[in-house]
Each structure stands twice: as C-alpha cells, then as structure tokens.
C-alpha cells in the first residue's frame, strides 16, 4: 500500500494531466477491473494514479516482451505483471491461484487484449473471476472527458461469451474515446 504522501502525489499528478477521478477504491479486497478503452500505454500510468491517489493498490497484467531495461523496474514499481501470452492458459492458472492465496488482490485488465481495435473481446478475465470467485468491476478511463473510474459492478453468470457482449454493450453507452479513438470499436 503506498504512503499517503505518495497518494497525494499521485493525485496531485493525475489532476496535473487534466484528469478526474471519479470514483473511490473498489470496497471488496479482491476483484478484478476492466480497463476500457485500451489505446495506448498512457492507459496503465493514468489508471495507476488515479487507483494509487484513491487508495487502491491493483495489479495490471502486461506482456512479458516490455519487461526489459529500463522500463521492467518502473512497470513493476507500479503493479505490473509478466503476462506470458504464448501460454496464456498457464497465466490464467498462476492468477486464480494468487486470488486464492492471497487475502487482498485487486487485478486490473483489459478484456480487448491489446491496444489495437478488436471486435471480439477476451474471455479470460470471466475465467479468473468465477474460478476465483471474485467481482468484476467495468474501470474506465475517458480520454474525451478526462475522467476515470473504477466503474460498477457486473455480476457474471456462466456465459462468459453472453456476459462480454453485455459489457460490451455497457460500454458501449458510456460513449468511450480512448487516446487513440481508431484503435477502440463497439460492436
């Protein structure tokens, strides 16, 4: 948990940058976050302080290829980890077993799975949340109003495919702009 000088620092910055947070910490210590829309890089540093300003201390998933000198210490240093996307499946076990294991573990993710525009969004954060048994909040980051979120709660049901579209759906109404808008579509 970071220090409440670093906190305000991190507040102080994200109001720096033009941005509002919108909303507190997540109340339940385990859950995952969807980060949406997925643009740019600037989504991990925005969403990192605005969850660090508010309290919240969530690790993000990031590709394990930008894990190198000098950007792997910083990434780390703000609650990224390795994802291997080669093996996907095996993350996929390593997280549901951290969120079994730990007592507190907020996982923030992006379900469009890369910064480039995709129509058909991942399943994998449904498989985390109900093999761990763990809420699924709808983050968001607006760069249009320059306002960012935790986002509500969606409750899932066993369809993970049905329950993507409905998120989809329900961000699609929020009228989203990412950094780079080309590179996030709805339906």
């Not at 910055?13 to 919108?22: D, I, P, Q, S, Y």
């Not at 998933?61 to 240093?77: E, G, N, T």
């Not at 994998?124 to 109003?145: C, K, M, N, Q």
């Amino acid at each position: 948990m970071a220090s409440k000088n670093w906190r305000k620092c991190c507040g102080w910055m994200l109001k720096a940058l033009g941005w509002t947070a919108v909303e507190p910490v997540v109340p339940e210590p385990k859950c995952i976050i969807l980060g949406v829309p997925h643009t740019t890089i600037w989504d991990l540093v925005i969403s990192y302080l605005y969850y660090t300003s508010v309290g919240g201390d969530a690790k993000v998933m990031v590709k394990s290829s930008v894990f190198v000198w000098p950007l792997s210490p910083i990434l780390r240093a703000m609650g990224a980890v390795p994802m291997d996307r080669k093996s996907p499946s095996k993350a996929t076990l390593g997280i549901i077993r951290h969120f079994r294991e730990s007592e507190s573990f907020q996982l923030a993710m992006c379900p469009e799975g890369t910064r480039k525009a995709v129509k058909k969004w991942k399943t994998g954060y449904h498989t985390i949340a109900r093999e761990a048994g763990v809420p699924v909040y709808l983050g968001y980051f607006d760069w249009g109003t320059r306002r960012i979120g935790r986002g509500q709660r969606f409750e899932l049901t066993d369809d993970a495919r049905g329950d993507t579209e409905r998120i989809q759906q329900a961000y699609e109404q929020m009228h989203l702009v990412g950094k780079h808008p080309e590179g996030y579509v709805t339906h």
